[in-house]
Nanobody, 123 residues
Framework: QVQRVESGGGWVQAGGSLTLPCIVF????????MAWFRQVPGKERVGVSC????????LYEDSVKGRFTISRDNAKNTLYLQMNGLKPEDTAMYFC????????????????WGQGTQVTVSS
């Protein structure tokens, strides 16, 4: 059983790069998909990218295609989001999430969530 997920973030200048790690604690055998979401105050949580836990399939939201890369290290139970070419509009709270049955970028499909980490991109 997955107990929790954790994620870390930070601050960066526009054009810079940042990598978000997300560690999954507990059994990952039941997981199908891992994903990153982001949310700004007053707006809905939006899917950024997802990846199958035991496969290579990935999805990206249009605004991050070509700039963000999702990956995972199953041996370390860790999900990553490599963010390059960051823009001020990427500023948001980023959440990692895990799903047992779903694949995609709909928040309702995800069961386990990290506490969120703030990413701030200054212009």
């Amino acid at each position: 059983q997955v107990q929790r997920v954790e994620s870390g973030g930070g601050w960066v200048q526009a054009g810079g790069s940042l990598t978000l790690p997300c560690i999954v604690f507990g059994s990952t055998s039941e997981l199908l998909t891992m994903a990153w979401f982001r949310q700004v105050p007053g707006k809905e949580r939006v899917g950024v990218s997802c990846i199958r836990w035991n496969g290579d399939s990935t999805l990206y939201e249009d605004s991050v295609k070509g700039r963000f890369t999702i990956s995972r290290d199953n041996a370390k139970n860790t999900l990553y989001l490599q963010m390059n070419g960051l823009k001020p509009e990427d500023t948001a709270m980023y959440f990692c999430a895990a799903a047992r049955l779903a694949y995609g970028l709909a928040p309702d499909a995800y069961t386990y969530w990290g506490q969120g980490t703030q990413v701030t991109v200054s212009s």
